[in-house]
C-alpha cells in the first residue's frame, strides 16, 4: 500500500481522516475493521448497507466471522468474506453475490418449462404459470377458436395451486378489450395495455377484486396465431412497468412458438394416429369352443407398428350370405406373418397382406389356395421387396371339444403344438416364402387339439433374439420349445404372456426385432390347474427359478 | 369373519382352479350386493392376490398354477371395470409399469382404482419403455403419471423413466414394492410422491402435484464406478462366476446343458440385485433380496448354502470392487443367519 496517511513525504499534502472515510465509503466492498476482541471499530457505508446491524463499538455479527474466507448468507444477502489481519487488528473485506437478476431467471424458467411438453393445453398451463409467477395476479391464454365457435381458456392465478381450464362461447370470450384482435394476431399501437375498467368476470378467478392493469398479447404461430394472452394486474399494485411490458412481450413470443410447436404435433400424430389403427394388432375375439391369446412387440422405440402381424378373421356373418352372395362358407381363422423390414414401411406392407386377405377370403376358404392368391397378389405389388413369411390357420371345431387346426406354412418358423402331457411337438408343415417366385410350394397339415391343448404361432423375433446370460446367444427354438412346456395348464392369456416375458429377459434391455405370438387353446373353458404341481423347478437344481 | 373375508377364501380357490368365470361371478355378484369396487378391488382381488405370491414362495403353488390365477384375476379386474362406469370428474392420469416390469396386476388395480375416483385414466400395461410413455405424454398431456414398478432391479430404468416424465413437465407418483417399503427410493430416484397402496395414492393425488416442482434439487448421488462396471462386464463377471462355481460345486459337473442356463439365470439375478444396490447405495436392498432368495429356496429343499457359495464366488471374482465386496459381506450374513431353518418360514398354511 502506497501514500497512505503516515506518508515520509514531508512537505506533501496529507489525507486527512475525513478523505480516509470518504475513500472508504466510496468503495462498493464492504470494510470492517475490529479488534481482537470481535468489537467493531471502523465500518465503511457499503458495509453497514450489507449488514445495518454493524455499528463501531458494537459486535460483529458472528455469521460473518467465518474461520477463513467463505461465503455466508446474512439477511437474506449472499455475502462473501475476505479476512485479514491488519496489525493487532482484524479486517473483513465483504462482497455482495449477486442475486440473478429477475429477468434471467424469468428466462431461464421460460427455456426450461416452454418447450417441455408438445401438448398444447400443457403448453398453455406452462405460459400462464410463468406469467403469473414473475409478471401479474392473474394470466390466461386463449386458444384459437374451434370451429364450433367456442374457445378453450386456461388460467393461472398468484399463489393458487394449479392452472383452471374451460371453454366458453367465442362471443362470451371476446368481451376482454382487445381479445379480437389479439386472436388475430394484431396489435395496436397500445403495446399491448388495455383498459383495465373493461375486464369480463370470467377472466377473473372468484374474489379477485377489482383489476388494476390489462395487457393483452397475439401469440404468435407458424403464419397463424397461435391464441392469445391477458395479463391481469390488481388495483393495489403498481402497473405494468416497462420491465414488465418487455418480459411481457418475450413471454407472449416464446409462448406463441411452443403452442404452435405444439399444435403442429397434435396434427400430425392424429393423422399418424389414424394411419395406423388398420395397423395394430386387433383386440381378440371371443371364439366358438376356443381361446386366443396374442403379444405383439415393436422393435420401434416410439412406434407400435412393425412388420411382424397377426390378425383373426371370423366367419361372415347376416344378411346376403349363402350360396347365392357367392361368399364362401369358411370357419374361423387366424394369421401371423412377418414381412421384409422393420417400422413403418414394412407395417404398410403388412397392413396390405391383411386386407387382401380379408377380401380373397370372401371367395376363397382353402389355406394353400389363399396363400397361392396371396402370392400372385405380393408378386405384382409396385413395391420392392415385398416378401412375406405368413402361418394361416383355419380352425374347426370338433366333437369332444376338440379344435381341428389346417395350417398351412409359407417360409414362416413352424408352428409348436403343447399337448396334454406336457410334451411340445413342432408342426411338419413346410413352405416357400411369398412374394419371391411365381410358384410356391406349400406342404399342409391338420392337427388335432384335444380340450387345453395348445398351438402356438410365433415369429423369428422370439426365437433370433441375442441376449441370455452372456449376451451374445440366440434364444433358440429349443429354449421356446422348453419355455412352452413349463406353461401348461395356463390360460392362453398367462401362457403368451409368460413367452413374451421370458424372451424380453433373454434380451435384458438389448437390441430387439419385432415379436409376434399368437396362441389358440382347444375348450372354451380355461383348464382347471389345481392339479398341476410344480414340476417347473427341479429340486435337482441348485438355483432354483427365484422370481415369481 | 366379514363377508369380504369369507369371499377371499372362496375368491383364492377358484382362481387357484383357474375358474375364470367363478371368479367373476363372484366379484361381480358382490359388486351387486352393494360391496364398493373399490373394496372388491382392494380387499378380495387384491387380497387374494397377495396369497397367490405366498403360496407360490412357499412351493405350494406351481409357476404355471400362479401365472394362472394372476390371469383370472386380470379377468376379474377387467370384469369390474365393466361393470361399474364412473363419470370422469377429475384430470387425466397415465398409469404405467415400468420399463422390463411384467408384474402389471397392482398397477392395473391402482389404474381402476383411479378411475372408480373420478379420473380419466390410460393404462399402458406391463414393461412400458420410456420412449412409448413419453410420445403418449406428448399427445395426451395428462396431469400426473403413476409409475408402477415391483422388482427392485428395475430402479435405475425407472429412475431414467421419471426423470423424463418429470423433464416434460408431468409430476410422476411412483408406487410398487421396489420403491421400499417406506418409499424412499421413489423420493431418491427423483418421484414427486409416492403411496404404500393403490387408495393411498388416490388420495395422495386428489391433493394434486405441481408440474414443474422446484427445478434441481441439488445433483441426486446415484450409480458409480462400480455400479457401471458390473452392468458393462455383467455377461463377463457370470461367466467368472459360473467357472468357479463349476470347481467347486462337484455335483454341477453332471448338469445338463439347461440346469446350467438356469444356475446361470439364476447368478444373472443375483448379479442384477447387486448393481440395483449399487446403484441407490442401499444394503437392505441386497440382504432383502438374499433372505427372501433363501426362504424360496429352502421352501424348495434347496439349502441356502448354495446362495452363500453362489455370494462368495461373486466376492472373489469383484476383487477391485470394494461396495460392491461389502453389500457381498452382508449379504453371506443375512444367507448365513437364514440358513438353519429346516422348515420354511415363508410356508403358509
Redesign the interface.
Known amino acids: 500500500m502506497r501514500g497512505a496517511t503516515g506518508s515520509a513525504n514531508a512537505g506533501a499534502a496529507r489525507a486527512t481522516p475525513g478523505d480516509v472515510a470518504a475513500l472508504l465509503d466510496g468503495s462498493d466492498e464492504g470494510i470492517v475493521l475490529c479488534d481482537a476482541g470481535g468489537v467493531v471499530l471502523l465500518a465503511n457505508a457499503a458495509a453497514v448497507r450489507m449488514a445495518p446491524e454493524i455499528v463501531p463499538g458494537g459486535p460483529v455479527p458472528s455469521e460473518l466471522c467465518p474461520a477463513g474466507s467463505d461465503t455466508v448468507t446474512y439477511g437474506g444477502r449472499v455475502i462473501r468474506v475476505r479476512t485479514e489481519a491488519v496489525g493487532d487488528h482484524r479486517a473483513l473485506y465483504l462482497s455482495e453475490v449477486p442475486s440473478l437478476p429477475r429477468r434471467t431467471e424469468f428466462l431461464l ?1 421460460a427455456a ?2 416452454l418447450f ?7 403448453c398453455a ?2 405460459a400462464v ?1 410463468l406469467g403469473a409467477e414473475f409478471l401479474c395476479d392473474v394470466a390466461v391464454v386463449v386458444l384459437p377458436p374451434a370451429t364450433n365457435r367456442r374457445v378453450e381458456w386456461v388460467r393461472a392465478a398468484a399463489g393458487r ?2 392452472p383452471e381450464e374451460g371453454v366458453l362461447p367465442l362471443a362470451t370470450a371476446l368481451q376482454v378489450p382487445g381479445l379480437n384482435d389479439a386472436l388475430a394476431g394484431l396489435t395496436h399501437g397500445s403495446g399491448g395495455r388495455q383498459d383495465a375498467g373493461a375486464v369480463p368476470d370470467w377472466l377473473l378467478p372468484d374474489g379477485f377484486g377489482p383489476a388494476g392493469d390489462l395487457l393483452v398479447f397475439p401469440l404468435p404461430g407458424n403464419s397463424v396465431p397461435a391464441g392469445a394472452m391477458a395479463l391481469v394486474r390488481r388495483a393495489d399494485r403498481p402497473p405494468f412497468d416497462e420491465e414488465a411490458l418487455a418480459m411481457a412481450r418475450d413471454l407472449a413470443s416464446r409462448a406463441g412458438a411452443a403452442l404452435s410447436a405444439a399444435m403442429l ?2 396434427e400430425q ?1 392424429a393423422i399418424n ?1 389414424i394411419l395406423i389403427d388398420g395397423l395394430l394388432p386387433p383386440d381378440l375375439p371371443e371364439v366358438e369352443g376356443m381361446r386366443l391369446g396374442g403379444r405383439l412387440r415393436s422393435s420401434q ?2 412406434g ?1 407398428v412393425g412388420g411382424d402381424f397377426y390378425d383373426v378373421y371370423l366367419p361372415e356373418t347376416g344378411a346376403g350370405h349363402g350360396i347365392e352372395s357367392g361368399i364362401v362358407e369358411r370357419p374361423p381363422l387366424i394369421i401371423l406373418g412377418d414381412v421384409c423390414g422393420k417400422g413403418a414401411r414394412a407395417a404398410v406392407l403388412a397392413g396390405q397382406v391383411r386386407q387382401s386377405l380379408r377380401a380373397l377370403l370372401l371367395l376363397e376358404s382353402r389355406p394353400v389356395r389363399l396363400l397361392q392368391l396371396l402370392n400372385r397378389s405380393l408378386l405384382a405389388s409396385p413395391a420392392p421387396n415385398s416378401y412375406v413369411t405368413l402361418i394361416l390357420a383355419a380352425l374347426r371345431e370338433a366333437p369332444g371339444e376338440h379344435v381341428l387346426v389346417d395350417l398351412a406354412v409359407a417360409g414362416h418358423p413352424a408352428p409348436l403344438v403343447l399337448r396334454g402331457d406336457g410334451t411340445v411337438e413342432e408342426v411338419p408343415a413346410r413352405g416357400s416364402l411369398l412374394g419371391a417366385l411365381k410358384k410356391t410350394v406349400l406342404r399342409p397339415v391338420t392337427v388335432d387339439l384335444a380340450p387345453g391343448e395348445v398351438c402356438l404361432l410365433y415369429s423369428d423375433g422370439i426365437t433370433e433374439a441375442f441376449g ?5 446367444e440366440m434364444f433358440g427354438e429349443e ?1 421356446l420349445k ?1 419355455a412352452l412346456a ?6 392362453v ?3 403368451v ?2 413367452l413374451e ?1 421370458i424372451s ?1 429377459e433373454w434380451l435384458a ?1 438389448g437390441q430387439q426385432d419385432d415379436r409376434a405370438l399368437l396362441a389358440v387353446r382347444a375348450g372354451g ?6 392339479t ?17 | 369373519m366379514t363377508g369380504v373375508e369369507s369371499a377371499v377364501e372362496r375368491y383364492l380357490k377358484l382362481i ?6 367363478g371368479a367373476i361371478d363372484l366379484v361381480v355378484g358382490l359388486i351387486d350386493e352393494g360391496v364398493p369396487a373399490e373394496d372388491v378391488l382392494l380387499r378380495v382381488v387384491a387380497a387374494g392376490q397377495r396369497r397367490v ?1 405366498e403360496l ?2 412357499a ?1 405350494d ?8 390365477a ?3 384375476s ?2 376379474a379386474v377387467a370384469a369390474i371395470a365393466g361393470r361399474v362406469r364412473p363419470t370422469p370428474t377429475r384430470g387425466r392420469v397415465t398409469v404405467a409399469c415400468a420399463d ?1 416390469e ?2 402389471a396386476l397392482p398397477t392395473r388395480m391402482l389404474a381402476e382404482v383411479l378411475r372408480l375416483r373420478g379420473w380419466r385414466v390410460d393404462f399402458l400395461g ?2 412400458v ?4 410413455l ?2 403418449h ?5 395428462p396431469d400426473v403419471v403413476a409409475l408402477g414398478c415391483m ?1 427392485a432391479t428395475r430402479l435405475p ?1 425407472a429412475h431414467a423413466t421419471i426423470a423424463a416424465c418429470r ?4 409430476p410422476v407418483l411412483a408406487g410398487g414394492a421396489a420403491f421400499g417399503p417406506d418409499g424412499r427410493f421413489a423420493r431418491l430416484l427423483g418421484a414427486d410422491a409416492w403411496a404404500p397402496t393403490a387408495d393411498a395414492a388416490a388420495d395422495r393425488l386428489a391433493a ?1 402435484l ?3 416442482a422446484a ?1 434441481s434439487d441439488g445433483e441426486v448421488h446415484l450409480g458409480d464406478e462400480e455400479y457401471g462396471y458390473l452392468t458393462r462386464h ?2 463377463d463377471v ?2 467368472r462366476v ?1 467357472d468357479l462355481l463349476r470347481e467347486s ?1 462337484a ?2 459337473g453332471g448338469y445338463s446343458e ?2 446350467l ?9 443375483i448379479a442384477d440385485f447387486l448393481a440395483a444396490a449399487l446403484y441407490v447405495h442401499d444394503t437392505s436392498l441386497f440382504t432383502d433380496f438374499v433372505t427372501w ?1 433363501c426362504e ?2 429352502t421352501a ?3 439349502p441356502a448354502a ?1 446362495v452363500v457359495l ?1 455370494l462368495r464366488l461373486f466376492r472373489d471374482v469383484l476383487a477391485d470392487c470394494p461396495r460392491a465386496r461389502a453389500l457381498l459381506a452382508e449379504g453371506i450374513e443375512a444367507a448365513t443367519a437364514a440358513r438353519p431353518s429346516g422348515d420354511s418360514p415363508a410356508r403358509v398354511t
Not at chain 1, 413349463?486 to 390360460?491: A, E, I, L, Q, V
Open positions: 424458467e426450461r418449462r417441455a411438453s408438445l401438448h398444447p393445453r400443457r398451463r406452462a404459470d395451486p394449479a404435433f397434435r400424430s394416429t422405440q416410439a407400435a441370455g446370460p452372456t449376451g451374445r429354449r422348453d413349463t406353461c401348461r395348464g395356463m390360460p392369456d398367462a401362457l404372456e409368460r416375458q424380453s434391455g373353458q380355461e383348464p382347471a390347474t389345481g398341476t404341481t410344480g414340476a417347473t423347478t427341479g429340486a435337482t437344481m441348485v438355483w432354483a427359478e427365484t422370481t415369481g | 387357484g382352479e383357474a375358474d375364470e368365470y405370491g407360490w414362495a412351493n403353488w406351481s409357476v404355471a398354477r400362479e401365472h394362472g394372476t390371469a383370472v386380470e379377468r422390463g411384467y408384474h406391463a414393461s419403455p420410456g420412449p412409448h413419453i410420445t405424454l406428448h399427445q395426451t398431456g422388482i430404468r423433464a416434460v413437465g408431468v394434486g405441481p408440474s414443474f427445478g455383467r455377461a457370470l461367466a459360473l460345486y455335483p454341477m439347461r440346469q442356463e438356469h444356475t446361470a439365470e439364476d447368478l444373472g439375478h432368495t424360496v429356496l424348495r429343499k434347496v448354495s453362489g
